[in-house]
C-alpha cells in the first residue's frame, strides 16, 4: 500500500501542454491478443477419438483448452477499457480541474452506437428475410441486445452481454468521477477503497448466484454488470497511477515484475484447466484473479514496450486497430458458416479436412468482416465526432481509445 502512495506525488491539477494524437501500437497489439483469444474460444472444436492419429488428437486437444480458456479475452478488454476510459478522463480533469460529462458520454456513444446498431440492423434484415426458417429469435431479443440490457434479460447475440457491462460502467464512471471532483476525493485512497468494495461485492454476488442456481448458467453465473466491475475499476487505478506519475509506476513495476510474470501467468492458466461450465470457482474467483492478472501484465507490457519487438508487429497490431468490430461481427460470422456446413450435411467436425477448411475460414472472414465494417462505419463515425465533438483532453491521449469490448 505503501509503495502505490508514493506513485502520488504530483496533482492532477497541474496543468500540462497538449500534445499531439499518439497510436500506442502496444495497446494495439494487447486488444489484438485478447480479441484473438475470444475468436478462438468461440472456434468450434475438432472432434477426435482414441483410435485417430497422434497429430490429430493433439491439434483437437489443444483447440479443446482454448476453447475452455479463451473466454479471459474479455476479462483482458475489461481491464484494458477501464484503463483506457478513465485515462481520457483523468487528462481532462488535469487540464481543466473539471470534466465535460456530456462530451465525453457522447463520444464514447459514437465509437460504440454506430457499428453495434449496423450489426443488429443487418443481421435482423438478414434473419427475417432469407433465414426466416432457420432463425426463431423475437425481434425482442434483438430489442434487449440494442438496448444493453442482454447482459439481465438474455437477447438474440449472446456477445453482446460484454458491451452491456461496459455501457453501464462508462455512465458510473462519470457519475464517480463528477461525485470524486465535488467532493475533492479523486485521490488513490478513494480508488482503492472503492475497488475493494466493487472486489468483495462481485466475489459475494457471485458466490449467491452460485447457491442460488448450482447449474451451470452463463448468463446467472458471469454476465451480470455488477458481477464484473472490479475488473473494469482496476483499470481505472492501473490508468490512475500510470497517468500520475509514469517514471514512479516503472520503477515499481521493475522492482516487481520478476514476481508478476508467474504469478500471472499460473493463475490465468487455471482458466485453461478448469472448464467454467463445470467449476464454480472460475465464475466466483477467478473472474476477478484475472483481472488482477491481466492488469499486471498490462503494466509490464506499457512500462517496457519499446524493448519488445513483438508488441510492435504490424500485422497483430492492425487487428489490434480493427479488434472492436471484429469482435462484433465474429459471432455472426461463426454462426452463419457453421449453418452453411450444416446445409451440406456437415454437423460435427470429425474429419479433419472439413474443420481446417471451416476453422481458417471462420477466423478469416472475422478478421476480415470486421475490418470491413470498421472502415466503412467505425472510422467515418469517429472522424464526424472529431469534427463535432473534439476532445478535450488532447495531450497525449491514444486516438481509437476504446478496449472493446469489447
Not at 452506437?113 to 450489426?119: A, D, E, K, N, R
Not at 457471485?206 to 447457491?211: D, E, M, Y
Request: proline share 3%; charged share 15%; with cysteine.
Amino acid at each position: 500500500m505503501e509503495a502505490l502512495h508514493s506513485l502520488e506525488r504530483n496533482h492532477f491539477t497541474e496543468k500540462t501542454p497538449a500534445d499531439r494524437f499518439v497510436r500506442n501500437n502496444t495497446l494495439d497489439f494487447i486488444r489484438a491478443c485478447a480479441v484473438l483469444l475470444v475468436i478462438l474460444n468461440h472456434l468450434h472444436p475438432l472432434a477426435w477419438a482414441k483410435s485417430d492419429p497422434i497429430m490429430k488428437k493433439l491439434v483437437g486437444y489443444f483447440f479443446y483448452v482454448i476453447n475452455t480458456g479463451g473466454w479471459i479475452g474479455v476479462d483482458l478488454f475489461f481491464v484494458l477499457s477501464g484503463f483506457l476510459v478513465s485515462g481520457l478522463l483523468f487528462k481532462e480533469y488535469k487540464m481543466s480541474s473539471r470534466i465535460d460529462a456530456g462530451r465525453f458520454l457522447i463520444r464514447r456513444g459514437f465509437k460504440i452506437y454506430p457499428s453495434f446498431i449496423v450489426m443488429l440492423a443487418l443481421t435482423l434484415v438478414l434473419e427475417k428475410t432469407l433465414l426466416i426458417n432457420e432463425i426463431t429469435f423475437p425481434t425482442l431479443a434483438y430489442l434487449t441486445d440494442l438496448l444493453f440490457v442482454h447482459n439481465y434479460m438474455g437477447g438474440r447475440w449472446a456477445h453482446t452481454w460484454s458491451l452491456d457491462v461496459e455501457e453501464g460502467f462508462y455512465f458510473l464512471l462519470t457519475a464517480f468521477f463528477l461525485i470524486g471532483i465535488k467532493l475533492k476525493k479523486l485521490n488513490l485512497n478513494t480508488l482503492l477503497i472503492t475497488y475493494l468494495i466493487l472486489l468483495i461485492s462481485g466475489i459475494a454476488f457471485r458466490f449467491v448466484a452460485n447457491i442460488q442456481h448450482p447449474e451451470y448458467d452463463f448468463l446467472k453465473h458471469f454476465s451480470k454488470t455488477h458481477f464484473r466491475l472490479d475488473s473494469l475499476f482496476l483499470g481505472v487505478i492501473l490508468s490512475y497511477l500510470f497517468n500520475k506519475n509514469k517514471v514512479e509506476t516503472t520503477n515499481f513495476v521493475s522492482r516487481n515484475q520478476k514476481w508478476m510474470i508467474p504469478v500471472a501467468a499460473s493463475l490465468l492458466s487455471l482458466n485453461f484447466l478448469l472448464p467454467y461450465w463445470e467449476y464454480n470457482i472460475v465464475s466466483i474467483v477467478l473472474l476477478s484473479t484475472n483481472a488482477l492478472c491481466f492488469g499486471m501484465l498490462l503494466m509490464i507490457a506499457l512500462c517496457y514496450k519499446s524493448n519488445v519487438a513483438l508488441l510492435n508487429n504490424q500485422l497483430i497490431t492492425y487487428i489490434g486497430k480493427n479488434s472492436y468490430c471484429i469482435y462484433l461481427w465474429h459471432v455472426p460470422v461463426n454462426v452463419y458458416l457453421l449453418m452453411g456446413f450444416k446445409s451440406l450435411g456437415i454437423t460435427t467436425f470429425s474429419n479433419s479436412f472439413h474443420w481446417v477448411i471451416y476453422a481458417v475460414s471462420y477466423v478469416s472472414l472475422s478478421l476480415i468482416t470486421g475490418i470491413f465494417f470498421t472502415e466503412i462505419i467505425e472510422k467515418p463515425f469517429l472522424n464526424l465526432r472529431e469534427k463535432l465533438f473534439p476532445s478535450k483532453s488532447a495531450a497525449k491521449v491514444v486516438k481509437h481509445e476504446l478496449a472493446v469490448v469489447s
